[in-house]
């Protein structure tokens, strides 16, 4: 106790002759210990909070019934009616108190671009939210999709400048071989607008046949639904089909997207798919299937047959019983 007692003098002295670097310490010091052995007599320091300080600087320790004052930081401000204080109290808490009454300062208000809108995401434009930008249909975004209100020193600021919306144009669509596109004399075409491709009459005994989209539309800035599509002489072998036979599709020439279907002879079942389509690059798809023997006694032909019948195919196959 008589370390307790002995600190107990040193703010006094301090009070009495400031030395800031030396008295550092010594507060320090007798925070702790008075803390310590006389916890009972004072509150802790007061609460620290996000948004608001303390006015003036804090004291190691506060007696029953000192208030102190708060005030909001920097990059905030007041807006009534909440209490900016609190007081030691008799059982030595401070009375509740809270920076609810301190509100984030807030960026520049920004307003909806031309054919766009700009939406505060997180419902706020106080600083440390997003400003979310999009365009109206038709209309592509030029800049930044998102802007950050940040504090830039204590002032709250856009992390860029606001985007545009740009309508959305294509110019036309490329060029193919054997074939044109309809409007081809345009030179650009607007959002959604479409063209539609078409094969030349071919020079020799077979059709060009359009591989692909016939029809392209501007889907985006510069951008077209899809690749354009191919001009060219399509020409599928002819099916043949071993053990089986084609039952639909006939014809002298299988052309683009020419569709057949097999099946099989007695005794053979299909493996594979019983109806292939001729593709783009001249091949069938999916490939032509196979007629494969089929190999099993089947066991209801065994418990019909007669009795001589059953003991051969026993002999005959006795391993696939
Ligand atoms: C005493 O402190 C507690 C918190 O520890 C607080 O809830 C209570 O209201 C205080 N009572 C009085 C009478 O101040
Ligand atoms: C703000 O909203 C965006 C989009 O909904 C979300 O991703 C982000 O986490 C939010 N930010 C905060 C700080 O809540
Ligand atoms: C059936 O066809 C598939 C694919 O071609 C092949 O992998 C499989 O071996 C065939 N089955 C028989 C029993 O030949
Ligand atoms: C088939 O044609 C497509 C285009 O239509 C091409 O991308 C693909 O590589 C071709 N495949 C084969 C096996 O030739």
Partial sequence: ??????????PARCQERPLP?????????????????TY?????????????QLIGKPKPYYEVGEQVKYECKPAYFY???????????????????????????????????????????NGTWEWGYQLHFSCNEGYYL???QILYCELKGLRPKWSD????????????????????????DIEIFEYLEAVTYSCDPAPGPDEYSLVGESLLYCAGSGVWSSAPPECK???????VLKNGRQISGFGKKFSYKAMVMFECIEGFYLNGSDTVVCDGNSTWQPPIPECLKVLTPSSTKLSTSSVSGLVTSCLHFPKLL
């Fill in 1 to 10: 106790m008589t370390a307790s007692s002995a600190s107990r003098k040193a």
């Fill in 21 to 37: 670097s030396r008295c550092f310490f010594g507060i320090i010091l007798v925070a702790l210990v008075f803390l310590l052995f």
């Fill in 40 to 52: 009972s007599d004072a509150c802790d320091p007061p609460p620290t909070f996000e948004a608001m």
């Fill in 79 to 121: 807006i009534p009616p909440l209490a900016m204080y609190t007081v030691c109290d008799l059982n030595h808490t401070w009375l509740p108190v809270t920076d609810d009454g301190c509100f984030r300062l807030t960026c520049s208000v920004i307003k909806d671009p031309a054919n766009g809108r700009a939406v505060p995401a």
């Fill in 142 to 144: 030029i800049g930044k």
């Fill in 161 to 184: 400048k606001p985007p545009r919306c740009e309508k959305i144009l294509c110019s036309p669509p490329a060029k193919i071989k054997n074939g044109k596109y309809t409007f081809s």
């Fill in 233 to 239: 002489v399509v020409k599928c072998p002819f099916p």
